[in-house]
Nanobody, 124 residues
Framework: QLQLVESGGGLVQPGESLTLSCAASGFSLDRYAIGWFRQAPGKKREGVSCINVDDETTSYTDSNKSRFTISRNSAKDTVFLKINSLRPEDTAVYYC?????????????????WGQGTQVTVSS
């Protein structure tokens, strides 16, 4: 059974960068799409970015294109999300999730396996 584990969150100052990791336990993520989502307190979960692991094609929601970069390792078992120029409004729990097939970043309900989340707090 596929399991995902996020790591890399923490408390950072505005303007800093952070790289989150999403590791699959014992599975190659080939043939999967991996999405990153975030949920701030009192807000709905929103899509951030997605990568089709087989061919590394990526998608981003419009508001996140410039500061977010999604990638995966050569072993195809870990996906990364780098966030540059962090802002207080980026504060949220960040989740990665997997779906068999291609990216659908705007539709979290289509993702079947979720990690437990990692907290990112941006504050001075």
């Amino acid at each position: 059974q596929l399991q995902l584990v996020e790591s890399g969150g923490g408390l950072v100052q505005p303007g800093e960068s952070l790289t989150l990791s999403c590791a699959a336990s014992g599975f190659s993520l080939d043939r999967y799409a991996i999405g990153w989502f975030r949920q701030a307190p009192g807000k709905k979960r929103e899509g951030v970015s997605c990568i089709n692991v087989d061919d590394e094609t990526t998608s981003y929601t419009d508001s996140n294109k410039s500061r977010f970069t999604i990638s995966r390792n050569s072993a195809k078992d870990t996906v990364f999300l780098k966030i540059n120029s962090l802002r207080p409004e980026d504060t949220a729990v960040y989740y990665c999730a997997a779906r068999w097939g291609r990216c659908l970043i705007r539709y979290p309900e289509n993702y079947t396996t979720w990690g437990q989340g990692t907290q990112v707090t941006v504050s001075s």
